[in-house]
């Protein structure tokens, strides 16, 4: 008579035990690889006014900066060789106090392009131990770390030329085309004063662009009501957590998790992007079919005057390694 295996304690100890496992790889991938697995996606979204020629604009969010992140450093100094006529910083370049040096060297020659920016929470705060069940049970609760060196950060990026869009409107031009911007500070945090920058944007340019880090429904709308082309943001880490063929879980906002990373249209006229963003904040170091990404966004005329969706939003090109 042959010896029976296991019975269904046996059974459910080894699924169990399998299971563990699992979740221990899975961790292990999401921590240590996909974290570190930085990626340049393209889209191409047509915006600009009709006879308008292309523009090149690098896409740069949520850095979450640490000294110590010597690969992510590199990697950002080789964004560079990707050309952009335009630089966007949508926020959260910092976690540490001390991180001010390593972001503005690893942007490097990025400095010398063209840019604009806003800040998010954590240029301000730095991140703080939470329960990770909040962002599921309680997305709107606010828990700040120690004050962060946000005026040096200003100053340096100002220093090289970027214009500070907080709560401000500017007209300029870049490679020939006029754009006109409007910023407001995050949303997230409730900084954002819209009324301070309210009015219609200038039909004239060849781009009307809105910047926020959080793109809070309630922004977005005031952007869209005043007739911006495209609306520029970060913070939702393109869901950071995301599970296949559902994708993200979460967006740490209002903003629909069908928007988290990537182009979309808001409203009849207005297109958003979303940036999937570039770090994690230390506290959850950890990237789940979302990696860390910059996008090259390449904009174009719209045939019938900005009414188009974006396109190219899943190509994209692994990080170049470190030399």
Not at 6 to 32: E, F, R
Not at 121 to 128: G, I, L
């Amino acid at each position: 008579m042959s010896a029976r295996s296991g019975g269904p304690a046996a059974i459910l100890k080894t699924t169990a035990a399998a299971s563990v496992g699992t979740l221990v790889a899975g961790i292990g991938y999401a921590s240590l690889i996909e974290r570190n697995a930085f990626v340049v996606r393209e889209a191409t979204m047509p915006v600009l006014t009709p006879g308008s020629s292309p523009l090149k604009v690098l896409h740069l969010s949520d850095i979450h900066m640490r000294p110590q992140q010597r690969r992510k450093q590199a990697w950002l100094r080789d964004l560079a060789r990707w050309e952009p006529d335009f630089v966007v910083n949508t926020g959260d370049n910092l976690s540490h106090p001390k991180a001010v040096p390593s972001v503005v060297q690893a942007l490097g020659d990025l400095l010398s392009v063209p840019g604009v920016f806003v800040f998010g929470s954590n240029d301000y705060f730095a991140p703080k131990l939470k329960n990770p069940a909040n962002y599921l049970t309680k997305p709107n609760s606010r828990i700040h770390g120690e004050p962060l060196p946000w005026q040096d950060l200003r100053a340096a990026f100002t220093e090289r030329g970027w214009l500070d869009m907080t709560h401000t409107r500017r007209e300029f031009e870049v490679n020939g085309l006029h754009i006109a911007a409007a910023g407001v500070d995050d949303p997230h945090l409730k900084r954002d004063r819209y009324d301070a920058i309210a009015g219609p944007a200038n039909p004239a340019a060849n781009l009307t662009l809105g910047l926020t880090h959080s793109p809070e429904p309630r922004v977005l709308d005031r952007f869209a009501a005043d007739g911006y082309q495209l609306v520029m943001a970060g913070h939702t880490h393109g869901g950071q957590l995301c599970v296949p063929f559902y994708g993200a879980i979460v967006t740490n906002c209002e903003l629909d998790r069908s928007r988290a990373k990537g182009p979309s249209r808001w409203g009849a006229r207005t297109q958003l992007h979303v940036s999937a963003g570039i770090g994690t904040s230390p506290y959850a170091p950890l990237r789940f079919c979302c990696r860390p990404e910059a996008t090259l966004l390449t904009l174009v005329a719209a045939p019938t005057g900005g009414s188009g969706v974006g396109s190219g939003a899943g190509l994209s090109h692994p990080a170049v390694s470190a030399r």
